[in-house]
């Protein structure tokens, strides 16, 4: 996914669109008030496209998904998740003080945050409490093309829709399910 594949990613976001509009837990994630903030990769922003911003990009296309806004950032490097070792992964708070939010004209009522990948939910829980802080009124959820689910000798299905809660449990991030 990181490869960002043109012809399988969009055709992905889109399957996972109609999805979310035909599940109880997912209906109404996707509307045109929403704004779509793409999560930042662990550097702070380049040129080059990341996974996030072009599923946010990909769900748009797909159907009133809502607009883009890539006001999250990041202000400084952390450790990437994806290669680092489980104790070596970057903490809630370390992703929650490398973000910083841009100035918003109106306050969006609704905020999806948009992501390729979600392990422990360290990075969405950070990124929530940032825009949280931000837009205290808004509504503030996430939204993961690929969560993890730990070692499996067989896998039942490939697309298996959930919805489910973040929390900070025991100084960490904890992801139900």
Same mark, same amino acid.
């Given at each position: 996914?990181?490869?960002?594949? $043109?012809? +399988?990613?969009?055709?992905?976001?889109?399957?996972?669109?109609?999805?979310?509009?035909?599940?109880?837990?997912?209906?109404?994630?996707?509307?045109?008030?929403?704004?779509?903030?793409?999560?930042?990769?662990?550097?702070?922003?380049?040129?080059? @496209? +990341?996974?996030?911003?072009?599923?946010?990009?990909?769900?748009?296309?797909?159907?009133?998904?809502?607009?883009? +806004? @890539?006001?999250?950032?990041?202000?400084?490097?952390?450790?990437?998740?994806?290669?680092?070792?489980?104790?070596?992964?970057?903490?809630?708070?370390?992703?929650?003080?490398?973000?910083?939010?841009?100035?918003?004209?109106?306050?969006?009522?609704?905020?999806?945050?948009?992501?390729?990948?979600?392990?422990?939910?360290?990075?969405?829980?950070?990124?929530?409490?940032?825009?949280?802080?931000?837009? @205290?009124?808004?509504?503030?959820?996430?939204?993961?093309?690929?969560?993890?689910?730990?070692?499996?000798?067989?896998?039942? $299905?490939?697309?298996? @829709?959930?919805?489910?809660?973040?929390?900070?449990?025991?100084?960490?991030?904890?992801?139900?399910?």
């Amino acid at each position: 996914m990181k490869a960002v594949d $043109r012809e +399988w990613f969009p055709r992905y976001a889109g399957l996972a669109y109609r999805t979310s509009l035909h599940d109880p837990q997912l209906k109404g994630l996707f509307a045109l008030d929403v704004a779509l903030v793409p999560v930042p990769g662990c550097t702070p922003s380049s040129d080059a @496209p +990341w996974a996030a911003g072009q599923l946010a990009r990909a769900l748009t296309l797909v159907g009133p998904a809502g607009r883009v +806004w @890539p006001g999250l950032e990041r202000r400084f490097a952390v450790r990437k998740s994806a290669t680092a070792l489980s104790g070596e992964r970057p903490t809630v708070r370390e992703h929650f003080e490398s973000f910083s939010v841009a100035r918003f004209a109106a306050p969006p009522p609704r905020i999806v945050l948009v992501d390729d990948v979600i392990t422990k939910g360290r990075t969405l829980l950070a990124a929530a409490m940032r825009l949280h802080e931000a837009f @205290p009124h808004a509504d503030v959820r996430a939204f993961a093309l690929v969560r993890t689910v730990g070692f499996r000798r067989r896998l039942e $299905r490939l697309i298996e @829709p959930c919805s489910g809660v973040i929390r900070w449990a025991g100084g960490d991030a904890r992801r139900e399910p």
